[in-house]
């Protein structure tokens, strides 16, 4: 993980060590914390849990390097996989999942690079894809991954984003449930990343430093520039009206009825907020979890924010010591911003728990204490579920296995909080032409 003055630039060769064993092996499970209930953990002793996804009643998995697949896991059972599926048997893949049905979009490429896939599935499919697409471009140095697909929560649309390696243009593309492309667009900035509002009509893309709010039946209404790249995704609320963008700031725009006005921003020297920050679907809390560069990622803090207002709701610190980075590497939301869940890599003396999860008042109310480096997290809608992937030992070392792990929060649970309604912020009366508008 270096900083420059751009941004973080984060090796891609941190998790692809399968020369050496996993040290020590992930069967040696730390105790769990008292923060939460652990319902199951499923261990891999090859493939690395690069991205979890949670539906109705089920957790997905995509799994990379050698093993490389997609699982899933009913919330109910003992963590053993209902059906698993890959093209490749290994390489890099991504996975996302609507919360309010049991649709899940599947990406995948080779170990390779060459070869890129998309898949639909549901709950039922039983190993076998109800869809697929093969992508007619490739990048072996940009591969399939979690932050590349996105699905709507009604499960209507993926979307996902791809690069070629011989122009060194992106596309988005835009897939309904059966495997239809909607729209595509494509542009010369790399897409990092992408994440879709609830109804699917609205995609926030990740480019580099910049973030492309991108209407799907029309084109692009909004982007503004980011405060550095690298180790970045930039999220979106289900209804489309706030998202926010993070760097060496973080930065929060809400939809006044016309644009998106910038309403929070918030600065630490040598902080960065790229890699783990997070909107509820209802729009109403934001939150991101900040490390310190300077010290090598050995201390940091999460900090939530109530966006009506722009006011900090609190905040909590974190440090450690050792030679390993603990860097932020994910966050998500239930509903309403009452269940807030961030992922990292951890310290190399396991100095705060590689998933620590926050109520509205900032008070740690889960945990989940991996072996290795936590590198996926999610919550379902109510806030009940959170489920974290994770590599066996920490990125900073040599070493293979991962693992999935879900926990149930501690009674009383957070009561389960209604879909937002689905909202196109727009409007057939705000269409605006084809220009991009600053904030």
Not at 256 to 270: D, Q, S
Not at 349 to 358: I, K, N
Not at 375 to 400: L, M
């Amino acid at each position: 993980m270096r900083v420059t003055p751009q941004g973080v630039i984060q090796s891609t060769h941190i998790d692809n060590s399968k020369s050496r064993p996993a040290v020590p092996k992930i069967a040696q499970r730390r105790g769990s914390g008292p923060l939460g209930n652990t319902l199951w953990h499923y261990d891999d002793p090859t493939a690395i849990a690069d991205g979890v996804s949670i539906g109705p009643s089920e957790v997905w998995g995509a799994w990379t390097l050698s093993g490389a697949r997609l699982t899933t896991h009913a919330i109910t059972g003992n963590g053993t996989p209902a059906w698993s599926f890959s093209s490749f048997g290994s390489g890099n893949s991504g996975v996302a999942a609507s919360k309010g049905t049991h649709r899940s979009g599947f990406m995948e490429s080779n170990a390779a690079g060459n070869d890129f896939r998309q898949h639909g599935f549901t709950s039922t499919s039983n190993g076998t894809p109800d869809w697929s697409f093969q992508y007619p471009v490739s990048d072996p140095n940009l591969p399939a991954g979690s932050r590349k697909v996105a699905m709507s929560g009604d499960g209507n649309t993926i979307a996902a984003v791809v690069s070629d390696s011989v122009t060194q243009n992106s596309t988005l593309y835009i897939f309904d449930a059966f495997g239809q492309v909607l729209r595509t667009w494509t542009d010369p900035l790399r897409m990092d990343g992408v994440d879709l509002t609830d109804d699917g009509q609205i995609a926030l893309v990740t480019q580099d430093n910049q973030a492309t709010v991108f209407v799907i039946s029309s084109t692009i209404r909004f982007s503004v520039a980011g405060s550095g790249a690298g180790n970045i995704f930039y999220p979106i609320s289900g209804d489309g009206r706030v998202f926010a963008v993070g760097g060496f700031n973080f930065d929060v725009y809400s939809w006044n009825g016309t644009t998106y006005n910038r309403v929070i921003h918030f600065t630490r020297p040598n902080f960065w907020f790229g890699g783990a920050s997070t909107v509820s679907l209802d729009g109403s809390t934001v939150g991101t979890f900040g490390a310190n560069y300077a010290n090598g990622w050995l201390s940091g803090e999460v900090y939530l924010f109530d966006v009506a207002s722009g006011n900090m709701l609190g905040s909590y610190p974190v440090s450690g010591t050792g030679a390993y980075q603990g860097t932020p590497i994910g966050a998500r939301s239930n509903a309403n911003g009452t269940v807030m869940a961030f992922a990292s890599w951890g310290t190399q003396f396991h100095d705060w728990p590689e998933v620590m999860v926050f109520n509205r008042n900032v008070q740690l109310i889960g945990q989940i204490n991996f072996p290795g480096s936590a590198f996926s997290v999610d919550v379902d809608r109510s806030g009940q579920y959170v489920v974290g992937g994770a590599k066996a030992v920490h990125a900073n070392q040599f070493g293979s296995g991962g693992r999935i792990e879900l926990i149930q929060l501690a009674s009383p649970s957070p009561t389960p909080t209604a879909a937002p309604p689905d909202c196109d912020p727009y409007g057939d009366s705000n269409t605006k032409s084809d220009t991009h508008s600053e904030a």
